[in-house]
């Protein structure tokens, strides 16, 4: 007790002069240290400082120049930027102190406090003047103390309660930034998490907090921070390394109750445990056993969210779109599972940022090229190689990933016993390059490169070739700790082409292609804990070549035909912000407005109005120069989420979502195909725009081991686009002549059960859904089903998945999958009849009937190598059995006559079981 009296005896005793006048000084000094700079005003006036030189020893290259100046306002200037404070005493001295004010009496109730064992210095709240009182801290042991920090500059009579506390969070052993990482208050739910740039800020109550720091994978921090002002700290946390029987790998545990707008994730590493056909990875087709997302059929390529149509959906991979990411007519993906890292499905509010679909964005990025060494991953199946590399280009800074995949089926088809598939081919290869550099801790930059091609001929006359080019070059910089942005530029396209060499002359070349460039620039400003914005700007550029045609020889009786190029200009202005209204409610609300111009040079028909578009009705035809703007369309586009804490593991979100739509596939399949065509709204097709509610709840069970949830949707939509019946696609002039636009709505129920951790994990989903359209006109020729709504032809009422493994040991397990849906709608002949001596068949109403309901088991057990740590490689065998029952599901049905008998005939893609085997091996 006698050391604090003699401190407070001395500060009481030196009580301040009460402002006497100080003596002016002149003086200058360059590049110098303080404590230099000290020594001058000493040898000018009388005064002398009081310090330890190791509070100032990091304060050299100072400069300044000052003429009849006091020695407070050089002082000031001088310790601006730093936690040095000063005191004036009456005989002169000057005493300097580290974050420490100096006070001139003692606080009330100062002796009362020498009861308690230990002193810290705090601030009394609610009051204008913040004084020093004194609070106890009892500490048991040494083994239990808490390093105190102190942040911020002491300023007297600092009437501020609250003060901003942030700093950046990075792998000591890496670099690398700490994303996600919590930061805790005082043991409770308030603090913060780092953003994606390692970047976190709170606000702590004045005086002594204790902080914690949790990062997955990494050691805690626990520190006492006593604040006197905002400041910043950094942490470098060291990786934690724990031995244990079983680890769980676990991060954002409450992310889908406590996340506004909810995405599906696919663990990209987890689905190497699905059986899928032929023992191919595939994350997308994963994603069609969760609800809410399906296909039209087995093998059929696109997907179907919600009642929505194929081409629906925005498939973006680094920001750069694909339109067909399919082999093999859809079943294969088209995107190497090696490289991808992180994919991430919206489908019920779709985040401001997106624009130009009405169902889903389906956002993939892939993975950064290894920095910290040469590494690998590859595999080989019956029809199929893969093989990805990494390997850095400056250690620690630059990396590349490169990967390709091929197939090599075609010995698979001339083996088999039938004659006509002998000159048969079906092959397909795909290769992705990227290269990341982290140019500095605020600029890092990455640019993709995407290439696929399928060749495909079943018979001997025709060849089909696809393929998809897309390439990006994104520019990530963060300004500050509140400002970052992305620059993000890339350019897609898609094309096909047609060979036909028959025996007839009539031998042609077909081809298509759409290429779309995009610039868009994103934004986001970090105000505070509770108040987050996105805002940006972007624009696209459509140019399509809706077709042409040229002949194969001299002797083909093949007319050359090429229909005019389309040009369109979407563009688009964003904005959202994310606003912690209270604890439990937190609403994300965003506004995209979108413009679409659709460009010359071309043509365009003007028909007559009130009568059906034809050839008799066409009235003239228009002439536009080249960027001359024919029509022009958009809006604003509301994503309004809102989502409320029933507690910390249960939650209740909804939502509402508007969309426009100013591209659509030409198409008269009921599933997606490789040589559908993309058309550009125009004078005569208008663009599809989409409303859609949402109401969910979501909870977790067991510390996150168990997610449950149960989200009901609405939707309208307008301008959808079909077709007349029989209807001319392909390389038509006049497709509007064609083209149907009617209304569609959907609606629905999607359950969900995870489990997540255990020997038995997996989920369980289940989505009751209808879809409907409407096609309703004036005349007859252009109205469907009496102008009612009918269902879709994607409309599958009940879909039910199970997805679950087994893991017996460490490197034994065993996977299963299985899949039922009802059978999707089709139209039938119901009756025939013969008019002047020939036979017409009559059918229903459109899609009034359904094919059988489908369903499918699928197993796989999983063979991991040993997990010994100095190996060269490991290996992982898997052994699947597509379709274990053999069930034979139609994939689609059609009708024949013979002998003036109309028969219904069947396609199926995989009508018996179909066992695999598939080596991996990571190096």
Do not use: C
């Not at 934690?240 to 994730?265: H, R």
């Amino acid at each position: 007790m006698r050391k604090y009296f003699t401190l407070f005896f001395f500060l009481f005793v030196f009580k301040s002069w009460a402002q006497k006048e100080e003596p002016l000084i002149s003086l200058s000094f360059t590049n110098s240290d303080v404590i230099s700079v000290l020594e001058k005003i000493e040898e000018k006036t009388d005064y002398r400082f009081y310090f330890v030189d190791s509070w100032l020893k990091d304060q050299d290259n100072v400069s300044g120049e000052y003429k009849d100046s006091t020695i407070t306002k050089v002082l000031e200037k001088l310790f601006e930027n730093t936690v040095i404070t000063f005191y004036f005493t009456e005989d002169k001295r000057i005493i300097l102190a580290p974050n420490t004010i100096i006070y001139d009496e003692l606080p009330q109730g100062f002796f009362g406090a020498f009861e308690k064992d230990t002193l810290i210095v705090e601030t009394r709240k609610k009051t204008k003047i913040v004084s020093p009182i004194f609070t106890s801290i009892n500490q048991s042991s040494k083994k239990d103390k808490i390093e105190t920090i102190t942040i911020g500059k002491a300023v007297r009579d600092n009437s501020k309660q609250e003060f901003k506390f942030y700093g950046y969070l990075k792998n000591v052993q890496t670099g690398k930034p700490l994303v996600n990482a919590i930061v805790i208050v005082n043991g409770n739910n308030v603090g913060a998490e780092s953003n994606d740039q390692g970047y976190f800020e709170t606000e702590l109550a004045a005086g002594a907090s204790i902080v914690e720091i949790n990062a997955f994978g990494m050691e805690p921090f626990k520190k006492r921070v006593v604040i006197y002002n905002d400041g910043r700290y950094d942490v470098s946390l060291r990786e934690k390394i724990e031995f244990l029987d079983e680890v769980v790998l676990s991060t954002e545990a409450n992310s889908n109750v406590e996340e506004v707008v909810t995405k599906t994730k696919i663990d990209v590493k987890e689905s190497k445990n699905i059986p899928l056909a032929l023992g191919e990875r595939d994350v997308l087709k994963v994603a069609t056993t969760l609800p809410g997302i399906t296909t039209a059929g087995e093998g059929a390529a696109g997907y179907n969210v919600r009642g929505g149509k194929s081409d629906q959906n925005l498939i973006l991979l680094d920001d750069a779109v694909i339109y067909y990411p399919q082999h093999f007519f859809g079943i294969f993906s088209a995107l190497n599972p090696f490289a991808l890292g992180d994919v991430n499905i919206y489908k019920n509010n779709i985040p401001a940022q997106y624009g130009g679909r009405l169902s889903s964005v389906f956002d993939l990025t892939t993975k950064d090229g290894g920095l910290d060494g040469f590494k690998g991953e590859a595999s080989i199946g019956p029809v199929t190689g893969n093989v990805l590399i990494e390997a850095p280009i400056v250690k620690d800074k630059a990396g590349v990933m490169l990967g390709g995949r091929g197939a090599y089926a075609n010995w698979v088809l001339r083996s088999l016993d039938e004659e006509s598939l002998n000159d048969s081919e079906a092959s397909f290869y795909d290769v992705i390059a990227k290269y990341n550099h982290q140019i500095s801790k605020k600029t890092k930059i990455e640019a993709s490169a995407y290439l696929s091609r399928d060749d495909f001929s079943i018979t001997s006359d025709s060849l089909y070739i696809y393929n998809n080019r897309a390439f990006s070059l994104r520019l990530n910089h963060r300004f500050n700790e509140k400002n970052k942005a992305k620059l993000a530029l890339s350019n897609s396209q898609y094309k096909f082409n047609i060979e036909f060499d028959g025996q007839s002359n009539d031998d042609f070349e077909l081809g298509y292609d759409i290429n779309e460039t995009e610039l868009k620039l994103q934004l986001d400003y970090f105000y505070n804990s509770k108040l987050k914005f996105d805002y940006g700007i972007a624009s696209k550029l459509y140019t399509v070549n809706p077709g042409n045609i040229d002949p194969i020889g001299e002797e083909s009786n093949i007319q050359a035909l090429s229909l005019e190029k389309e040009r369109g200009l979407e563009s688009a202005a964003f904005l959202t912000a994310k606003i912690d209204l209270t604890k439990k409610l937190t609403l994300d609300a965003g506004i995209r407005y979108s413009i679409y111009n659709f460009l010359g040079e071309g043509t365009q028909n003007i028909y007559q109005e009130g009568v059906p578009r034809s050839e008799e009705t066409l009235l003239e035809t228009l002439s536009f120069d080249k960027n001359e703007v024919i029509e022009t369309y958009g809006g604003p586009e509301y994503r309004i989420a809102g989502r409320y804490l029933l507690g910390t593991d249960f939650s209740l979100k909804a939502s509402y979502n508007k969309t426009f739509q100013f591209i659509h596939t030409l198409s008269n399949n009921t599933t997606i195909s490789p040589i559908d065509t993309w058309k550009l709204s125009d004078l005569n097709i208008e663009p599809q725009s989409s409303q859609q509610y949402a109401l969910g709840a979501y909870k977790n069970f067991e510390g996150g081991t168990y997610e449950l949830s149960v989200e009901g949707f609405y939707k309208e939509s307008k301008n959808i686009v079909d077709f007349k019946t029989g209807a001319e696609i392909l390389l038509n002039e006049n497709i509007e002549t064609e083209v149907l636009q009617g209304n569609g709505k959907s609606y629905g129920v999607e359950f969900l059960l995870k489990k997540k951790k255990g020997k038995l994990y997996g989920w369980l989903g289940y989505t009751y859904s209808r879809s409907f359209i409407q096609l309703d006109s004036d005349f007859r020729e252009e109205r469907v089903n009496g102008g009612e709504f009918f269902p879709s032809n994607f409309d599958k009422p009940h879909d039910f998945s199970l997805v679950a493994n087994y893991r017996f040991t460490k490197r034994f397990s065993l996977a299963t999958n299985f899949v039922y849906q009802t059978g999707r709608p089709v139209t039938f002949p119901v009756g025939s009849f013969t008019f002047n001596g020939s036979d017409f068949t009559v059918f229903s109403d459109r899609n009034k009937f359904r094919i059988p309901d489908f369903y499918r088991l699928d197993l796989g057990f999983n063979i991991e190598g040993n997990h010994k740590k100095n190996k060269v490689g490991h290996s992982f065998w898997t052994i699947s059995i597509y379709n274990v029952l053999g069930r034979n599901n139609p994939f689609s049905v059609f009708f024949v006559t013979e002998e003036g008998e109309v028969k219904a005939l069947q396609t199926s893609i995989f009508s018996v079981p179909v066992p695999s085997i598939t080596y991996n091996f990571k190096f």
